[in-house]
């Protein structure tokens, strides 16, 4: 699927802005070919590093789904629209040599069917990530994701991932891998922070390719009937409700990084119609993972038909979408008064009875 959908990231040219962004139905190798099959344009593969108390954190690693009343669900497909997700997760279980033979021999396959396995690092040590990066590179894979945002750190073992907070340090951090390699690097950073423009200002400064934005949330989950937090911690958190956030960022971003700077969408993406929604408000592309897990491969499927369907209504390339809302946004002093408007969004037992 190419024409109408295809984009343009980098030096990269994507034949549909959906990618499939890491997670566990991307661990094993039959994961990634079938998200292929299903047409995303890149699948990133689970992420490494070299910390193993977070390799070991996918053994104890737990999931779970809420309706909009926050009774538990089943996790399958039939979770309802409204699904919150809420999970601890951890990284690739194997060595780094298996995972790289691994997404080595899928990107060789993906090239194919003109797309890209992407290999993902989340930071530990930065002297680990900047040899593993190398030998990425040295391997013949054409597309690193350089994972500085996960929601975890303050929650896991120390050191073993990392959610960078401060622009000076992801300009660091950015920069060391840029030095370590020419290949296309994507970066993504943190959605906790009033500072996610600042974030992703640091990161195309010091050689990014383009930024993914943003990382999920924390947050803790009480259980009435017991009266624990489900599942034990703090959790990764997100769902369909995070999308007003995602393109918040964006559009902020947008600005603050120049529009030729190309950003990608993660978190509240749910199907085809939302991939047009972060586009409008600056992504060039869009990440999709938990829905996938939860709902299954044909969410694919189903959301590229959906935003070839809504580019064919449209008349439009989905090129041509980046950013058109965002550069249309305003700032409450630019809009018009509406003297008295408040009244008719209150109960009406607020109001003075007219005299």
């Known amino acids: 699927m190419s024409g109408i959908t295809g984009v343009t990231i980098g030096s990269l040219h994507l034949k549909n802005p959906l990618i499939a962004g890491a997670a566990e139905h991307l661990i094993e190798e039959t994961g990634v070919r079938r998200a292929l099959a299903a ?30 009343t926050w009774q538990r669900r089943e996790w399958n497909a039939s979770a309802p629209a409204s699904a919150f997700v ?8 194997g060595s780094f040599d298996s995972w790289l033979e691994s997404v080595s021999r899928l990107d060789r396959e993906a090239a194919k069917s003109d797309a890209y396995v992407a290999a993902s690092l989340i930071l530990g ?29 303050s929650q896991a073992a120390k050191g073993a991932v990392a959610t960078e907070l401060l622009p000076e340090r992801v300009a660091s951090i950015v920069g060391a891998i840029r030095a370590t390699v020419s290949m296309p690097l994507w970066v993504k950073i ?11 200002r640091a990161a ?20 009435l ?26 559009a902020l971003s947008r600005v603050a990084v120049g529009r030729d700077k190309p950003l990608i969408a993660t ?21 999709i993972s938990s829905p996938v897990m939860l709902r299954g491969f044909e969410l694919i499927e189903r959301s590229l038909e959906d935003l070839k369907d809504y580019l064919n209504a449209k008349q439009i390339d989905a090129q041509d979408l980046i950013g058109r809302a965002a550069d249309a946004r305003k700032s409450f002093a630019e809009m018009p008064r509406l003297d008295g408007n408040w009244r008719n969004y209150v109960p009406k037992d607020s109001l003075n009875k007219a005299r």
């Open 190 to 200: 943190t959605g906790q922070s009033e500072r996610v423009p600042d974030l992703a």
């Open 39 to 68: 047409g995303a344009s890149v699948v990133v593969m689970k992420s490494t590093n070299e910390v193993e108390a977070a390799k070991a954190q996918l053994d104890a690693a737990e999931y779970a789904v809420f309706d909009e």
């Open 267 to 287: 978190n509240g993406i749910q199907n085809g119609l939302d991939i047009a929604r972060v586009m409008l408000a600056g992504a060039s592309a869009a990440e």
């Open 125 to 153: 040590d930065l002297d680990h990530a900047k040899r593993m990066a190398q030998h990425v590179q040295e391997a013949g894979l054409r597309l690193l994701e350089l994972n500085i945002g996960t929601p975890y750190a």
């Open 204 to 223: 195309f400064a010091a050689g990014a390719d383009s930024v993914v934005m943003a990382g999920r949330l924390l947050g803790l989950i009480p259980d």
């Open 86 to 93: 809420a999970c601890r997760s951890g990284l690739y279980p």
């Open 225 to 250: 009937d017991t009266m624990q937090p489900v599942l034990g911690p703090t959790l990764g958190v997100g769902g369909y409700w995070y999308l007003p956030l995602t393109c918040h960022w964006l």
